[in-house]
């Protein structure tokens, strides 16, 4: 398992550009509420943390993982964001429903990379279990969406540094 020697919240600050100039978008899947909270408020706080002002991030929510992915389009197209941070928590159940909609979130959200000039960050958990799920969302491994907040600044900032 990836992160079973990992603690995703832990980073280092020096490391991280300053988030003061960006402005961010964070989409949340209402699906599975309490992990996506969790995973919200780790991504708010990491933001803060590296001087994003809180005017500047804009939150929306659409109703699951799936939804994700033209959430961050509408997000892109109509807020002047920086970068935008895809969240989102999908636990195996007993159908393949599961399998396609991790496949569908991860596609779409690397379709938008490719297609818009805004970072997307993939901020989706595709756990087995919902204690897996806790576990990634402020549990004993930390918080994915901490991690996704640092991504978030280092591609706004790579983004700006690379305009032509």
């Known amino acids: 398992m990836a992160t079973a020697n990992k603690n995703l919240s832990q980073y280092d600050k020096n490391m991280v550009p300053s988030a003061k100039d960006f402005r961010f978008g964070i989409v949340v899947s209402e699906w599975n509420e309490s992990i996506t909270e969790n995973l919200y408020q780790g991504a708010f706080e990491a933001l803060i943390e590296n001087g994003a ?3 500047n991030i804009v939150k929306w929510d659409v ?37 396609f909609v991790c496949e569908g979130v991860a596609q779409g959200i ?19 279990t919902l204690q897996q799920a806790i576990d990634r969302s402020g549990g004993k491994h930390g918080n ?7 991504v978030a600044v280092k591609m706004a900032n790579l983004r700006k540094e690379t305009r032509g």
């Open 53 to 55: 002002k809180e005017e």
């Open 63 to 99: 109703p699951g993982s799936f939804e994700l992915i033209y959430g961050s389009k509408r997000m892109i197209d109509t807020q002047n964001v920086d970068a935008v941070i895809a969240i989102g928590s999908v636990i195996q159940g007993e159908t393949k429903h599961f399998d």
């Open 110 to 128: 690397k379709d938008l990379n490719i297609l818009t000039d805004v970072p997307v960050v993939f901020c989706v958990l595709t756990d087995n």
């Open 144 to 150: 994915k969406g901490t991690e996704a907040a640092i």
